[in-house]
């Protein structure tokens, strides 16, 4: 937004000192404004396309004032959302007890999570990650995907790593029971 001044001019005060225009002064003396005639402004079209540069892209239906949005470095727009997220194996080695961790920002084709084990850039990573929870287990949207370390880094929390991964393959999950009637026979 830009604010324009529209005070008017008025004359300059005499040159002489205070003490000599006080004893001129005989009483009260007027300034008078000399107004300026301003010519009305058309504001101008300026035409600018939907997506710059310097400006973040955002996600098309999903509520990012609630989310949050991540300044862009990758490809793809990233949400800030914190979804649990389950380390089922690494480097093609299974987890004996998977560990289950917490994403940072997600998007359409990677995901970036604190672990407290160091991954090589480029180890296969399986992991799940709950997209919908609902109460008592029932109903919840899980995507099960295969993906890649693209980055690592150390986090601010001591003995924990920040993982980027990208997504090779993924696969959605519901662990409720479709009802019959919408099942073909």
């Known amino acids: 937004m830009?604010?324009?001044?529209?005070?008017?001019?008025?004359?300059?005060?005499?040159?002489?000192?205070?003490?000599?225009?006080?004893?001129?002064?005989v009483g009260p003396q007027l300034i008078s404004f000399a107004p300026r005639v301003h010519a009305l402004r058309v504001p101008e079209l300026r035409l600018t396309p939907l997506l710059h540069p310097e400006q973040p892209r955002r996600f098309v239906r999903v509520p990012t004032h609630a989310v949050g949005v991540h300044p862009e470095q990758r490809e793809y727009p990233r949400a800030s959302l914190n979804l649990p997220l389950r380390l089922r194996s690494a480097g093609g080695v299974p987890e004996e007890f998977p560990i289950t961790l917490v994403t940072r920002n997600i998007s359409s084709t990677g995901v970036y999570f604190l672990c407290p084990r160091q991954l090589a850039v480029s180890t296969p990573i399986e992991l799940e990650i709950v997209l919908v929870s609902k109460p008592l287990g029932l109903g919840n949207v899980v995507a099960a995907t295969m993906a890649r370390v693209c980055r690592t880094e150390t986090a601010a929390m001591p003995g924990?790593?920040?993982?980027?991964?990208?997504?090779?393959?993924?696969?959605?999950?519901?662990?409720?029971?479709?009802?019959?009637?919408?099942?073909?026979?």
């Open 160 to 185: 924990w790593h920040g993982i980027a991964a990208i997504f090779d393959d993924v696969q959605f999950d519901r662990d409720d029971r479709i009802p019959s009637r919408y099942l073909k026979s």
């Open 2 to 25: 830009r604010a324009t001044n529209r005070v008017g001019t008025f004359e300059s005060w005499p040159d002489e000192p205070a003490e000599e225009a006080r004893e001129s002064a």
